[in-house]
């Protein structure tokens, strides 16, 4: 790496803290820090919806053709998908999937007794703006058992495809008691990175909303 590359990161790293891109991160510690660790992927799981609209689309609180809300704890997931080099990556499809908030997945294998939610599907698409960023209105899902004692705490299935990269993973929610129990996130080798803030909303959503903040690592975007 020459001097010129480490100028560019340092000037592009501190180019992101200003506009708030590394909120996630916890502080990026001396201003030499090289690069962003990329984020872990997990695997797909049984429940990745095969049957399913393909339109875009950024809220899942409500279903085309009905007039119900999902039931459950609204949630804004958002954040900016990055380079380890801290670049923003725009134009990244991001999928995401995930159980409703009884802890059912809308998909035929799921065998959970627990309820589907008619005004739930829980699969949606979008493409990261100019900076990377996307934005989904949603409710936190459920937690479920998966056999043996073993409870899945709360989790969105994302599938991230960049022009170089494809990131499949889960992304879970701070201070959930389960998440210290979940073999799959504590098998993770940076399971920190998998965390979602979970912050206040803004004026600007719903005043019982909850942002849940998330920003994704690829490689080189
Ligand atoms: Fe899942």
């Known amino acids: 790496m020459g001097a010129h590359h ?11 803290v200003a506009t708030g891109g590394l909120a996630m991160s916890g502080g990026v510690g001396p201003v030499f820090a090289q690069a962003l660790k990329r984020t872990p992927g997990e695997i797909l799981g049984p429940f990745y ?14 279903v085309k053709g009905k007039s119900g809300r999902a039931a459950g704890q609204v949630i804004y997931a958002m954040g900016q998908v990055l380079t380890v080099d801290g670049q923003p990556v725009k134009g990244a499809r991001v999928e995401l999937w995930q159980a409703n908030a009884h802890g059912r997945y809308t998909h035929p294998s799921d065998t959970n007794p627990a309820p589907l939610d008619p005004n739930f ?13 996307y934005r989904f209105k949603t409710i936190k899902p459920g937690a479920y058992p998966v056999g043996g004692g073993w409870v899945r705490p709360p989790h969105i299935h994302f599938d991230v495809r960049g022009q170089f990269n494809r990131l499949v993973t889960q992304m879970y929610f701070a201070d959930e008691a389960l998440n210290g129990k979940d073999p799959l996130l504590q098998a993770s080798w940076a399971k920190e990175s998998l965390i979602a803030q979970v912050l206040p909303p803004t004026d600007k959503e719903e005043a019982d909303a909850q942002l849940v903040v998330w920003d994704i690592v690829l490689i080189q975007g």
């Open 6 to 16: 480490a100028i560019t990161r340092r000037q592009v790293l501190g180019m992101v």
């Open 121 to 133: 599907e829980g699969f949606a698409i979008q493409d990261t703006d100019a900076e990377g960023r």
């Open 49 to 62: 919806p095969v049957l399913r609209s393909v339109d875009r689309a950024t809220d899942l609180t409500t």
